[in-house]
């Protein structure tokens, strides 16, 4: 079973940036795709960015596309979202998911989760 942990989240003021990293371990049930999903208090998790693991494709939510950047280093196992142009609304805790099919945004899609990292943009 594969084991994700996440890291770099913190507290950052509008406008600055920050980048999440996961590191993935274990034997993964899929190497199809992995994603970025968060949440913040009260709502529900919602899709943010995925990438084919094996590849350079990714895709965006709409509320992150031109803001937000997916990468991954499958040599190192580890995908990162890296976060500029931060505002209030994007305060989250932001979750990793692998084993899920590219192009997938449900998270009901991704079968292996991060315990999640919280990420606050103060105004």
């Known amino acids: 079973q594969v084991q994700l942990v996440e890291s770099g989240g913190g507290l950052v003021q509008a406008g600055g940036s920050l980048r999440l990293s996961c590191t993935r371990t274990g034997r993964s049930l899929s190497s199809s795709a992995m994603a970025w999903f968060r949440q913040a208090p009260g709502k529900d998790r919602l899709f943010v960015a995925g990438?084919?693991?094996?590849?350079?494709?990714?895709y965006y939510a709409d509320s992150v596309k031109g803001r937000f950047t997916i990468s991954n280093n499958s040599a190192r196992d580890t995908v990162y979202l890296q976060m500029n142009s931060l505002k209030p609304e994007d305060t989250a805790v932001y979750y990793c998911?692998?084993?899920?099919?590219?192009?997938?945004?449900?998270?009901?899609?991704?079968?292996?989760w991060g315990q999640g990292t919280q990420v606050t943009v103060s105004s």
């Open positions: 998911a692998a084993d899920g099919l590219y192009g997938r945004t449900r998270d009901t899609d991704f079968r292996s």
């Open positions: 990438v084919k693991w094996r590849g350079s494709n990714t």
